[in-house]
């Protein structure tokens, strides 16, 4: 098999992949209560509620609502939160541009502090170095977030008067979560990079560039580091995604005004609609991203092979 | 443990050994253990024995409430020896809830890392021997599993079905089945590509003989690895689920929820929240040192 | 927490408010440009017709006007877009309008708008359910002129003022505006009458500027911003950090913590709220009215609202608040505490050992998972086993048998309370819902017969009779009543209201130097 179909086959697989959750999450959503008692509040009669699901079409068979919805996607009508009464790509839209940005600071930090504690340790193998570096990065993992994250705000907000504890505008509202957020993901790097550049130390064209005289840290940097760092880049097709579960929980702690906090609203108040696109949304995200990754992986590196 | 999810996405991991190395044996060398290791294991072995004797152990129900003794603080910050640890906002005691508390999030951790082993190992080994289609279709539904966050596919079926445990603990056991679907698929496969399976199979051995005899025994190490990552994976997780009110219910406790509850308290009643979140930590760390450590053991290509 | 800090709070409250009303009566209030407000959640629209709720109310005294309104404290009507009033018949009350009112986009208001809100409301549409179910009773409204208007009912009804004095249905919303836009637009970009326009309207933050066409006094702040802060801690460090200038709500155990700030106080006032229990009386395990009465028997509320809420809520006299006044039912005693009589009539009773499901969203009402708990462990006492169970809303399984619930406070009467929850047209008595089945006859006609009298020595003997029908057929208990703690920065003199209104008005806001 050639790169060129692979890719297509690829392709096919995500698409195929995304219909499926569409599917999963359209019935996921079905089979749990009647929203109409959150949307009309506690006075509502039983009529005003028949006449609330008929509004919504809720009342009608589950596979003619699925090909109802599917005709509204096509038309590229994703349907109107019954939370908020509006368009829910105007709701999630205007929730995505904040919890894009948080994720891609606490990817680029956690990539950042990881690879570096990485190399450190290998370079240090087995040195009190690498052991220590080693041992935070378990703390770092450890660590659930949110306490993380709150502890951060008694310190640096509280008592030390630092940082502003919650919100969102400036750099200074963005340095905590994404310390909080990314955390756990450098000590990931920080461990792969270690046992990827270990690997590659090991391997015989880096034995030979330190015996032919070249520098250690040249070595390092211009023959391991490029290779060693592979693997790495893979990790950020699954990153993406289990960064979007954190930030629920990151999202919630510093009141920043993301796609997270909305979900988990969303599934407290049986918000359909915006569930259901925040699902495949999330998926596509996840998906683009880890088939870019594969391409890219693909075209550069012609050892992988294309069969699964 | 960060570990687990090293894996390239054609379903071969870097936790466990290359097969090919596995098969040749190595002359086996004295288990040396360092110290962090044992203190690691110590640690394991005290959190079980605590778990399982739970009942023995608590000083009080740890339901037991006293409304005009609560925030009672610990021994050494103004409490008394009633309350070692102090107690709660319904002056339950801490100590008591923590014990039962570490009873059911092992409990949860251990049945989630069961479950989804089983159902991982079950539909790998199929994926794997079988081929073809159900092959396709099994790395159809991990293609699935990854393309949604974990977090918000637990939200959505425990937004729909509440939260009982008979939910939570399925839900995130499910979390890990693809890891282990897709470690011993990757196993499966490279076993098959030894010579000397392709002459038990000449010799007319069948393909569950086959499976139960010669792959299991090589996937068993990296699984062992993997149980240790995917126990304190499920540990995270129940307690993230447990800081959104999505987890653990009362009168049930668990550690996560604990923490959760008592964040709230943190200026002022600190000890509700630190200690359960000091135990959950430090489990989390002595598996993951633990789990790396037996990585290194195990895994040839790392023995330097 | 100390003994003697129970009582703080309402002290401090008292005082404060003493403080607050003496600075805001001075001539020359300090003026300020920002004010920023944290609060525990965003409003998801700001139609003051389709989103009445408590959070909608931090927004819409600052945003839209009613033709009355009650005082916060003595809960007198006072005009308001209406200047004054009469009734021409049983039936027919009517309104003369302020003249010279203009909407934010620069619109006259006029009769025309009276009758258009009421009719938007009125309309059958499921989303203004909340407010209709304080107006249903309106037949329909006659405009006399631009400033004149008539509102007649269908049959005589005793409260029609206090009706369109409440705050959850008789806000007036522009005509024009709203023809040409449409609800959808009405909603994320609001205009009314009042002191503040709606300037941006964001997720989790929420600005109100002063609208300088206002009719009345000037406010003393340029622009209000609200933050929505939903974790506790952070919108503590928020306010002791000066973040913000106003939290709300303050929980029970931070008030300690905060006193200890010397730049913020906390203020603490009894809430238009009594927290409620109710029984679902489809559930054959609660079927029996002696299992009932015994669980209110074996309820410490002066133990929890000592505890839990730090002194700060407050026992009631059932299902009543005292700006009743000539309505209120003085003689009701406070509910007992008897786990004596309970466990008598719990073992006389057909109870055999089931069960009960307690359903509860966490966090819905302040306290209400901690409350639960130590509920439980009291009915436990007398021999009543129940389990807590978490849900995402009251109403999902058949099987619970008591979940809590809550009275706020539309309007001053029996009528907007115990008859609108309870009655037949409410949602305890409602088919779909099979919550309370066996109400007596002589209830719901006691109740519509209050309903439907106007006079008031009449009305005060149908409530004494239907609040007692209430206590012995026991659908449900009377808690506490709530009190909503804020959290104010020093310099800024401002109370929120028991109905958890926050008005920035003149009168309400003012700052120290």
């Known amino acids: 098999m050639n790169a060129g179909s692979y890719l297509w086959t690829r392709l096919f697989r995500s698409l195929l992949t995304l219909f499926a959750i569409l599917l999963v999450a359209f019935l996921a959503t079905r089979l749990s209560g009647d929203p109409t008692q959150w949307l009309l509040g506690d006075t509502a009669t039983p009529a005003q509620q028949d006449a609330m699901r008929s509004e919504l079409g809720i009342d009608k068979p589950i596979p003619e609502q699925f090909l109802r919805y599917l005709r509204q996607i096509v038309r590229g009508d994703f349907g109107t939160s019954y939370f908020e009464h509006r368009d829910v790509l105007v709701v999630l839209g205007e929730r995505l541009p904040p919890t894009l940005q948080l994720m891609a600071l606490a990817i680029a930090f956690g990539f950042a502090l990881g690879i570096t504690i990485g190399i450190v340790a290998a370079v240090n193998h087995d040195r009190w170095i690498d052991r220590a570096l080693m041992m935070i990065t378990f703390w770092m993992y450890a660590v659930p977030n949110f306490v993380l994250a709150i502890a951060m705000i008694l310190v640096f907000s509280l008592w030390l008067h630092w940082l502003p504890s919650s919100s969102y505008g400036t750099w200074a509202h963005a340095v905590m979560p994404t310390l909080a957020l990314g955390s756990s993901y450098a000590a990931l790097v920080a461990r792969i990079t270690r046992s990827s550049m270990l690997d590659t130390l090991g391997q015989d064209y880096v034995r030979t560039a330190t015996a032919k005289g070249l520098a250690r840290r040249v070595v390092i940097l211009k023959h391991c580091l490029r290779n060693a760092l592979l693997p790495v880049v893979t990790l950020v097709g699954l990153v993406a995604g289990s960064l979007v579960g954190g930030s629920v929980v990151i999202e919630t702690v510093f009141a920043w005004p993301g796609a997270g906090r909305l979900i988990v609203n969303a599934v407290l108040v049986q918000d359909y609609p915006v569930l259901q696109v925040a699902v495949l949304l999330v998926a596509t995200v996840v998906i683009i991203t880890n088939f870019l990754v594969d391409s890219a992986y693909a075209l550069i590196d012609p050892r992988v092979q294309y069969a699964r | 443990m960060p570990g687990s999810a090293v894996r390239d996405r054609r379903g071969s991991a870097t936790v466990g050994a290359a097969p090919a190395e596995r098969l040749e044996r190595r002359p086996r060398r004295r288990l040396k253990i360092p110290p962090v290791i044992w203190l690691s294991i110590g640690l394991l072995a005290v959190a079980l024995i605590v778990a399982l004797l739970a009942p023995l152990l608590e000083p009080y129900r740890p339901t037991a409430q006293s409304l005009r003794a609560r925030l009672v603080p610990p021994v050494g910050f103004g409490g008394t020896l009633a309350h070692v640890l102090g107690t709660d906002h319904l002056g339950r005691d801490i100590l008591a809830r923590l014990i039962e508390s570490l009873r059911m999030t092992l409990f949860i951790a251990a049945l989630g890392t069961l479950i989804g082993a089983l159902v991982g190992i079950a539909l790998g080994l199929l994926a794997g021997t079988a081929g073809g289609f159900v092959d396709s279709f099994i790395m159809f539904l991990v293609d699935i599993q990854l393309a949604i966050p974990f977090t918000l596919a637990a939200l959505t079926v425990i937004g729909i079905f509440g939260t009982s445990i008979a939910i939570l603990i399925p839900v995130i056991g499910l979390a890990g089945w693809s890891q282990y679907a897709r470690l011993t698929r990757g196993q499966v496969l490279s076993v098959r590509q030894m010579l000397y399976v392709e002459a038990v199979q000449a010799l007319g051995g069948s393909q569950r003989r086959l499976a139960l005899r010669h792959i299991l025994p090589n996937v068993t190490s990296p699984i062992i690895v993997l149980v240790t990552y995917t126990f304190s994976q499920i540990m995270l997780l129940e307690s993230s689920l447990s800081f959104l009110g999505l987890g653990v219910q009362p009168p049930q406790m668990s550690l996560g929820m604990m923490v959760g509850d008592g964040r709230n308290y943190l200026i002022g009643s600190w000890w509700i929240a630190v200690a359960p979140a000091a135990v959950l930590v430090a489990i989390t760390v002595a598996l993951a040192l633990f789990g790396d450590w037996l990585r290194d053991r195990l895994d040839p290509r790392l023995e330097r | ?513």
């Open chain 3, 1 to 513: 927490m100390s003994r003697e800090f129970v009582k703080f709070p309402r002290r401090l409250a008292r005082t404060c408010l003493l403080i607050g009303m003496l600075a805001a009566g001075a001539a020359f209030a300090q003026t300020r440009d920002v004010l920023r407000v944290g609060i525990g959640d965003m409003p998801t629209m700001l139609d003051p017709q389709a989103y009445a709720s408590i959070t909608g109310l931090r927004f819409y005294t600052n945003v839209f006007d009613a033709l009355m309104k009650l005082d916060p404290f003595t809960s007198e009507i006072e005009p308001a877009l209406a200047t004054d009033w009469q009734r021409l018949s049983d039936t027919t009350l009517e309104l003369h309008l302020r003249p010279g009112v203009l909407f934010q986009n620069g619109d006259p208001f006029t009769a025309a708008d009276v009758k258009f809100s009421i009719e938007r409301v009125l309309s059958g549409n499921p989303i203004y359910a909340n407010a209709r179910a304080m107006l249903s009773v309106i037949d329909h409204v006659e405009v006399i002129d631009d400033l004149t208007v008539r509102v007649i009912t269908a049959a005589p009804d005793p409260v029609l003022e206090l009706r369109l004095a409440n705050l959850w249905g008789d806000w007036i919303v522009p005509q024009a505006y709203i023809e040409e836009h449409g609800d959808e637009y009405f909603q994320r970009n609001p205009i009314g009458t009042g002191p503040f326009m709606v300037t941006l309207y964001e997720p989790d933050r929420i600005e109100l500027t002063v609208f300088d066409g206002y009719w009345g006094e000037k406010p003393n702040v340029g622009k209000i911003v609200y933050r929505g802060i939903p974790e506790p801690t952070a919108r503590l460090t928020a306010l002791v950090n000066e973040e913000i200038d106003i939290m709300s709500p303050v929980v029970s155990d931070q008030i300690d913590t905060l006193s200890s700030y010397s730049n913020v106080s906390v203020q603490c006032h009894p809430q238009n709220l009594i927290h409620l229990l109710t029984y679902n009386t489809a559930n054959p395990l609660m079927a029996d009215p002696r299992l009932r009465e015994g669980i209110n028997l074996a309820i410490d509320r002066d133990l929890i609202i000592e505890t839990l809420w730090a002194g700060r809520a407050s026992a009631t006299r059932g299902f009543q608040f005292e700006d009743f006044g000539d309505m209120y039912l003085d003689d009701v005693p406070y509910t007992e505490y008897d786990p004596e009589r309970a466990r008598e009539l719990i073992e006389a009773s057909d109870y055999a050992g089931g069960t009960l499901y307690y359903d509860l969203v966490p966090g819905y009402y302040e306290n209400d998972l901690q409350a639960a708990e130590a509920i439980v462990e009291m009915l436990a006492e007398v021999g009543v086993k129940v389990q807590i169970r978490t849900t995402t809303s009251f109403w999902l399984n058949a099987d619970r048998a008591i979940h809590p619930w809550s009275y706020a406070e539309r309007f001053p009467d029996p009528v907007a309370g115990l008859w609108l929850l309870f009655g037949p047209d409410g949602t305890r008595q409602a088919k779909g819902r099979n919550d309370w089945i066996d109400p007596s006859e002589q209830f719901n006609a006691t109740g519509h017969a209050l309903a439907g009298t106007v006079d008031q020595a009449t009305r005060k003997a149908l409530w004494t009779d239907l609040h007692a029908m209430w206590l012995t057929e026991a659908p449900g208990t009377t808690l506490w009543r709530s009190a909503i703690c804020t959290g104010v920065n020093n310099q800024v003199n401002w109370n929120i209201y028991p109905t958890q209104t926050m008005d920035f008005g003149a009168r309400n806001l003012s700052f120290k130097d």
